[in-house]
């Protein structure tokens, strides 16, 4: 099996480490906005203007969040790779995956054929 160049794994780990931070620095602001952070008021009759307004703004957060929170999951995953060696090689055919790719998408856990294939 090839082997990974160390030199681009160094690079994508620093820019992992770097997103995961940014990452992490959303989510903790992101849940400061959050209109129903501290204080459990989730009322179900209630439909003033401003309680409309939290609650899409509550859902909007909410929306974002899991979004950042799968991005962490998967940075983290893609570092715990890089750590045990696994990194750049696709899950499915554990082909080396194109390092292109990988400077792209550097969560990238499929190869750009098996990536297609499961889009399909
Ligand atoms: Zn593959």
Redesign the pocket.
Known sequence: MLKFPKAILVEIETHLLAEKKRVQEQITELAAQDPFADVDRLSDNAASDTEAKEEFNHDRVEAMLEELKLKLTQIEAALTRIKNGKYGY?T????M?DTDRLAAIPTAT??V???AEKRR
């Open positions: 696709c499915n055919c554990k082909q995956i499929l190869c054929t098996c990536g």
